[in-house]
């Protein structure tokens, strides 16, 4: 069975660091792409940044130039959190299309979430 599993939250202070990992776990062909949203309490979730198998990636603009996401192989991506906001207090959650087996279109998997305080 395919999971997401997403590490990496806690508390920092405004201006600092934090780096999200999330790990696809479990028997599959390809992951074409891979996300990372966020939702703050009270709000909807947000897209926060994509990368394709191929390297490419993509930001929303309340995250360019301070966060960078990344993978080191098919299985594993990372968001590198700088020059956190209170604004980016949230629950940050892993998304991936995932294909199980050639013969099936990637579908969408979502991670459980992990939990970003960052105090003022």
């Known amino acids: 069975q395919v999971q997401l599993v997403e590490s990496g939250g806690g508390q920092v202070q405004t201006g600092g660091s934090l780096r999200l990992s999330c790990a696809a776990s479990?028997?599959?062909?390809?992951?074409?792409?891979m996300r990372w949203y966020r939702q703050s309490p009270g709000k909807e979730r947000e897209w926060v940044a994509k990368?394709?198998?191929?390297?490419?990636t993509v930001y929303a603009d309340s995250v360019k130039g301070r966060f960078t996401i990344s993978r080191d192989n098919p299985k594993k991506m990372y968001l590198q959190m700088n020059s956190l906001k209170p604004e980016d207090t949230a629950v940050y959650f892993c998304?991936?299309?995932?294909?199980?087996?050639?013969?099936?279109?990637?579908?969408?998997?979502w991670g459980q979430g992990t939990q970003v305080t960052i105090s003022a």
């Open positions: 998304n991936a299309n995932i294909q199980v087996t050639s013969w099936t279109s990637p579908r969408e998997y």
């Open positions: 479990g028997n599959f062909v390809s992951v074409p792409a």
């Open positions: 990368i394709f198998d191929g390297g490419d």
